[in-house]
């Protein structure tokens, strides 16, 4: 009796020390290892994507010691690449492989204008990854571009900027923004409107595919009585809406619609994340992130 109960106490004493030792294993916090996802539209346009890859090393001089990843929210654009033999992944990929490779921290960077759709299906996705079993220990999305009055007024500061010089007081200037279905979000650039309009008068932003559209923008601009306008990109890369719908020679590009109410165009192809003093604003909404992990 004594034997097989000395037995029967041994073997729950080896229970109870594995189910102690599996508890702490389990329970036992990771060694921590942080990465930042770096989320994008996307491009096909290669002097757009040397932006990018600025953008790249601006992010690792803040950041020294960081993994970087790249996601790009366009599924058009990442099969357009690939039929090229350019491999980009999602968003959602990039997390899977920072997942599979033990990454505890991830900040993922919104390179978005606006808080719109994809910002809002990117931050959602993001948000279920971190809800994962055995995923991160932490994820969090920073804001794009424009997040407030503030990034609003900083990222005008700095396009005026980068206006060329040679350009004269009365000469019109009108940036070409992407626009969006998403009404609040899209509402930001009636708000960047009202700022650049109080820093300079002959200053208009206009979208693609939101409001102010460019129709909107013709009347303003006659009463301006301007004769020459500077065309501009106000997305972070020149890509296919700058170089088609902006500067193109087709008959319904922002160009040849002004060239044709007679009014002589300058074409400045360079996207916002060209500019540092924009691309500051984008830091130190990662940096805000950043914060949270400590």
């Given at each position: ?256 619609v002004l060239k044709k109410k007679g009014y002589t165009c300058e074409v400045v192809l360079k996207g916002t994340a060209e500019y540092p003093d924009v ?16």
């Amino acid at each position: 009796m004594r034997r097989g109960f000395a037995v029967s106490a041994a073997v729950i004493g080896l229970v109870l020390l594995c189910s102690a030792y599996g508890f702490a294993a389990h329970g036992e916090k990771r060694p921590e290892k942080r990465a930042i996802l770096l989320a994008a539209f996307g491009t096909t346009v290669p002097e757009a994507q040397k932006t990018l890859d600025q953008v790249t090393q601006r992010v690792r001089q803040a950041f020294p010691g960081v993994d970087i990843r790249w996601g790009y929210t366009s599924s058009l654009v990442r099969k357009k690449l690939a039929k090229q033999g350019k491999v980009y992944d999602s968003p959602e990929t990039a997390l899977s492989r920072l997942m599979d490779e033990g990454y505890t921290h991830v900040a993922v960077l919104s390179l978005h204008t606006i808080p719109g759709e994809e910002f809002h299906d990117l931050n959602r996705n993001c948000k279920l990854f971190g809800q994962m079993a055995g995923g991160f220990d932490r994820i969090l999305v920073a804001w794009p571009l424009l997040s407030s009055h503030d990034d609003t007024t900083r990222a005008a500061t700095a396009v005026l900027k980068h206006i060329p010089r040679e350009r004269k007081p009365q000469d019109a200037v009108i940036l070409m923004g992407h626009g969006s279905e998403h009404h609040p979000a899209d509402a930001m650039y009636s708000a960047m409107n009202i700022v650049l309009q109080e820093m300079d008068p002959n200053v208009f932003i206009a979208t693609v595919e939101g409001y102010p559209s460019l129709e909107d923008i013709l009347p303003k601009l006659e009463k301006k009585g301007a004769r020459k306008v500077y065309l501009m990109p106000f997305m972070a890369v020149a890509g296919d809406h700058a170089r088609n719908d902006m500067a193109g020679d087709d008959p319904d590009s922002w160009k040849s619609v002004l060239k044709k109410k007679g009014y002589t165009c300058e074409v400045v192809l360079k996207g916002t994340a060209e500019y540092p003093d924009v691309v500051d604003i984008w830091l130190d909404h990662l940096r805000s992130a950043f914060a949270h992990f400590n």
